[in-house]
């Protein structure tokens, strides 16, 4: 292993050994760095490392500091940056953890969190002390149920839960109310629960591939939406307040158990592709539909 002393750098690599070296990396590249040690370093840059078996022993960070350990196969968190407190994204994505330590709430400057396409079956609560969270990727893991302290995470943009295995949705999630994105496809979800109706903000929500037999009349008040996808559930009827969101474009609706539609679907003037297939509605609904949606598109066979 190499040393480097006392030096201003613009690279970094695997097999050093760094001391008081003063790094100003391109904030927009992934390093992927293994077996180097660092010593009272700076990096004087934001940064995101993709380090493997290296080492860092009082270095400052003036920045963003990220740090990724995808698909490693790790069955641990990776202890070794416990004390990593500056810390403002992890990633963890495609490995082997069945769980987060409650260390993770110690790492209160995150911005960004994936530990997606994991094993992990429950949250600690102490996920609810990164209130600096914008980003929160959980998506394949093994969840059936979220702490109800995911809604002191009030600057949260992006929530995936694609994927996981819910019972239900806690009512804290109501408190999110700067999301703009939520995925819960594939989630096993057999109800929404009325709270959803307090994301105003949101500009995409995925519920396709769930159980949902109904919605709540507060998904009326989504009223950013573009695009919806409600297909592959088992939904019988939709609310009438379905006609408040005339901010919508597409509306998948396709694979359920609908025998009608609610006439304030009418509403939806922005609406240019409407997917009714494999329900119970007749063809002269269709026509009534067409009619009342006349710059849509509905695909029905």
């Known amino acids: 292993m190499k040393t480097v002393e006392n030096e201003s750098l613009q690279e970094i690599e695997s097999d050093t050994s760094y001391v008081c070296c003063a790094f100003y990396l391109d904030e ?31 270095c400052g960070f003036s920045d963003e500091f990220e740090l990724h350990f995808d698909n490693r196969e790790l069955t641990a968190f990776p202890m070794e940056i416990k004390n990593f407190v500056d810390l403002t994204g992890l990633s963890l994505k495609q490995n082997l953890l069945k769980d987060l330590p409650a260390i993770i709430g110690n790492f209160t400057k995150m911005i960004t969190l994936d530990v997606s396409r994991n094993q992990i079956e429950k949250l600690p609560k102490e996920i609810g002390k990164l209130r600096n969270l914008t980003y929160l990727n959980l998506e394949h893991l093994k969840l ?39 995925n819960l496809s594939n989630s096993n979800l057999r109800n929404l629960p009325r709270e959803i109706g307090n994301l105003r903000n949101l500009e995409e929500l995925e519920l396709h591939g769930n159980y949902l037999e109904t919605l709540p009349t507060e998904i009326g008040n989504l009223t950013n939406i573009p695009h919806l996808d409600l297909s592959n559930n088992n939904l019988k009827e939709l609310p009438a307040e379905i006609g408040n969101l005339t901010n919508l474009m597409t509306l998948d609706l396709s694979r359920n158990e609908l025998k009608e539609i609610p006439v304030e679907i009418g509403k939806l003037q922005k609406l240019h592709s409407l997917e009714l297939y494999m329900n119970s509605i007749t063809r002269s609904q269709v026509e009534w539909l067409q009619k009342l949606l006349p710059n849509c598109s509905i695909y029905f066979e």
């Not at 010593?39 to 380090?51: E, H, I, K, P």
């Not at 929530?159 to 703009?180: A, K, Q, W, Y």
């Open 28 to 58: 927009n590249n992934l390093y992927y760095i293994e077996n180097s040690h660092f010593s009272d370093c700076s990096f004087r840059s934001s940064v995101a490392l993709n380090a493997s078996n290296c080492h860092f022993e009082n």
């Open 144 to 182: 059936s149920e979220l702490p109800g302290a995911i809604g002191n995470l009030t600057n949260l943009k992006e929530l995936d839960l694609h994927g996981n295995h819910f019972d239900r949705l806690p009512v804290e999630i109501e408190n999110l109310t700067n999301l703009s994105h939520l």
